[in-house]
RNA sequence: GGCCGAUUCGUCUAGCGGUUAGGACAUCGCCCUUUCACGGCGGUAACACGGGUUCGAUUCCCGUAUCGGUCACCA
């Protein structure tokens, strides 16, 4: 009960980490942080068809992206090394072994045909469910039905097989989960499941217990999708004699599509044109590129913040969260029972926050960058200064450039509405005005000093200053609305402002 | 289908027997902006249904409905 919490986040190297995965991560970390624990990484590849080159290097590198420090484990090297399943096989194979000679657990021969057939007769007879238990485990060829030599001749001679759980027929599972509370499954609708594969692997269930078993692992905190076989892993703490320090268990509710049924998957961030995973990706026997949340210009903090608030509330009505307030506030008993809808509108309001929040020195070279990609000259000063008039306006950073290609762009074309509505005696007279104002205009070319030269022309020419604003835009952008002018024309620039002035003048 | 789980505005959620059911996103309106956006202010909008328990149920219990998960030598 007093021993120091420890966590750990276990995924499968068998592609991109899904964004459910980061936020069950994101979890683990800010239980283990609150409760001033330690967070393991473990890699669970024992799966070696689904193994994906790749995928682990994409898994450590978007948990740095993200924000999340691991303590112990792949990656970091620890004390309870490898953190590598694969590489554990041993381990696996003595408990198999230990559960087999304390007859908790069986070998199996059936091949999949014959599992096949054995399924399609229960059905046929109608029977509850096409399961591998205590009854139907006898009509099967397994070390319970088959002589003991036959059995030891059969592994002898290299024959494949599996070690199977040796399930109780009637017994009660409970569990007391830390979201759930307690959670009962009798033990019949638990089948023989198989623990070690015919390839000498352990399958999750074995793999899992034994590594978070010997790793001290205090708290399991994982995806809902889990939840049916938590019993069973229950089941297995006892049998290998581990029960007394069995870890807690805390499933978290699911991500589900944005709308429909079901939970969220590639295909509906593909439709809804968002991504699903945290860094691009790039399959590597296809060659497909998948989008990320870090490439589509999403900031960690702000993914963060909205990954905690899926699921999980302080109770507060805080909605700006850094990871230190997250870690403070954050409890396991507060987290929600139902699935939640992924509303990337809501992620975006968020990014929309931190970008707002952020200095404009940061954001500038971003800007800059973009620019000189496009063959635009600009400075470091210029770009901070474009970020200042125009980050509020936007949701991502690279937004900025986009929102600012007026400023790069001089106008070539100029929107006919405005033109047909405001474009009259008046505006070219103002135009005129304004322009000669400029040629003689010396001192500093900043907005302050351009809108006093501007209400000082349009003064003299007796022209009211709101009816030919509009006409002035246009004639500088070519649009009808925009972010502020006077600044706009200060980034700009004294000279180029002249030119777009005479440019709309011989123009329109 | 069996088993397990869930159910408050369109969405994320607060609520843990007595509230004008609160906040956020989205949406709509107003203000600000000589424009647009941002921002500020305000509006529309929810306790799945039926039984109990109780002086009193969104809140506790039981059903029903709906949704979800799971039933592999995948995790």
Redesign the pocket.
């Known amino acids: 009960m007093s021993s120091p919490v420890r966590v750990r986040f ?3 190297p ?1 592609g991109p980490l899904h964004i459910g995965g980061v936020r069950t991560a994101l979890y683990n970390y800010l239980f283990a942080r609150k409760m001033g624990g330690k967070m393991l990484l473990r890699i ?1 590849d ?2 070696q ?2 193994f994906v080159p790749g995928a682990e290097e994409y898994i450590l590198e978007s948990l740095r992206w993200i924000g999340i420090e691991i303590d112990e484990g792949q990656g970091v090297g620890g004390p309870d090394a490898p953190y590598r399943q694969s590489e554990r096989k041993e381990i696996y194979q003595k408990e198999a072994q230990r559960l087999i000679d304390e007859g908790k657990a069986y070998y199996a021969f ?3 045909e014959e ?1 096949d057939a054995m ?1 399609k007769r229960l059905e046929q007879a109608n029977a ?5 238990n205590a009854i139907t485990r006898m009509q099967m060829r397994n070390s319970l039905t088959m002589k003991a030599d036959d059995v030891k001749a059969r592994i002898e001679a290299g024959d ?1 097989f ?1 070690i199977r759980l040796k399930t109780p027929r009637k017994e009660e599972v409970r569990l007391n989960d830390l979201i ?2 307690w ?4 033990s019949s ?1 638990i ?1 023989d499941k ?1 623990l070690l ?3 000498g ?4 269930h074995l793999a899992n217990i034994v590594d978070d078993h010997l790793m001290g692992i205090t708290h399991v905190i994982r995806g ?6 938590a019993p069973l892993h229950v089941l297995l703490y006892r049998y290998l004699g581990w029960e007394s320090t069995m870890p807690q268990f805390a499933h978290l ?2 991500l ?1 599509k944005p709308e429909g ?3 969220l998957s590639k295909r509906d961030a593909d439709l809804g044109g968002f991504p699903i995973f945290p860094l691009q990706w790039t399959d590597p026997t296809t060659g497909q590129v998948a989008r990320g949340f870090r490439e589509d210009g999403y900031l960690p903090e702000a993914l963060v913040n909205f990954l905690a ?5 302080p ?1 507060t ?1 805080q ?1 700006l969260f850094t990871m230190d307030e997250l870690i403070a506030t954050f409890d396991i008993a ?1 987290v ?6 992924f ?1 990337i ?2 992620a ?2 968020f990014n ?1 926050q931190y970008i ?1 929040q952020r200095p404009d020195s940061e954001l500038a070279p971003t800007v800059q960058q973009q620019a000189e990609a496009a063959g635009f000259a600009c400075s470091l000063e210029k770009a901070e200064k474009i970020v200042s008039l125009l980050k ?2 936007v949701n991502f950073a690279h937004e900025i450039f986009t929102e600012a290609s007026t400023i790069f762009n001089a106008p070539t074309t100029y929107d006919e509405a405005i033109v047909a509505a405001k474009w009259n005696e008046d505006a070219i007279r103002a135009v005129t005005v304004f322009r000669d104002a400029l040629q003689t205009f010396d001192g500093d070319f900043v907005a302050d000093a351009i809108k006093h030269t501007l ?1 000082d022309t ?1 003064q003299q020419a007796g022209i ?3 009816k030919i ?2 006409a002035m ?1 246009l004639a500088l952008t070519g649009l ?6 006077m600044l706009t024309l200060e980034i700009i620039g004294k000279d180029e402002t002249i030119k777009r002035l005479e440019n709309a003048l011989s123009i329109l």
């Open positions: 276990a995924p499968s068998t669970e024992t799966d068809n689904r059936d091949t999949a599992l399924r509850p469910a096409a399961q591998y494949p599996v759930r509370g959670v009962t499954v009798h609708a089948d198989v594969k015919s390839d692997l352990p399958t999750y809902e999708e889990w939840l049916p076989s509710p699911l589900l049924n079901g939970k608030l899926l699921g999980w509330n109770g009505e909605e507060q929600h029972k139902a699935g939640a809808r509303d509108q809501k975006q309001w929309h707002r509020g306006r209400s349009m009211k200053q709101g604003m509009q835009r009808g609305a925009g972010p502020d002018l």
